[in-house]
């Protein structure tokens, strides 16, 4: 059976950082593309930042370009997001999420975490 597990989440001030990690279970997610989404109340979910299977691309949503970072440590089967300057408008329930392969759709996501920035 195939898990993903986020954890890193929490409360935090605004300007502050938090750093969300994702623990897979169940196969190799060496040669799988991976990423970062999250969804606040009352909208839809957005990407965040994804990271291509060999780690050569990296994508971000331009509300968090130059704050948050994505990264992956394929010997231990896990990926990361480095979130800095916190604000107000990235409270949300983060999920990480990753392909079957190199293409295609995000086939395996994880539960949820959420992030919660006081002002």
């Known amino acids: 059976q195939v898990q993903l597990v986020e954890s890193g989440g929490g409360l935090v001030q605004a300007g502050g950082s938090l750093r969300l990690s994702c623990a897979a279970s169940g196969r190799t997610f060496a040669n799988s593309a991976v990423g970062w989404f999250r969804q606040a109340p009352g909208k839809e979910r957005e990407v965040v930042a994804t990271?291509?299977?060999?780690?050569?691309?990296?994508n971000y949503a331009d509300s968090v370009k130059g704050r948050f970072t994505i990264s992956r440590d394929n010997a231990k089967n896990t990926m990361s997001l480095q979130m800095n300057s916190l604000k107000p408008e990235d409270t949300a329930v983060y999920y990480c999420a990753a392909k079957r392969g190199r293409w295609g759709a995000y086939t395996y996501w994880g539960q949820g975490t959420q992030v919660t920035v006081s002002s």
């Open positions: 990271l291509s299977w060999n780690g050569d691309t990296t």
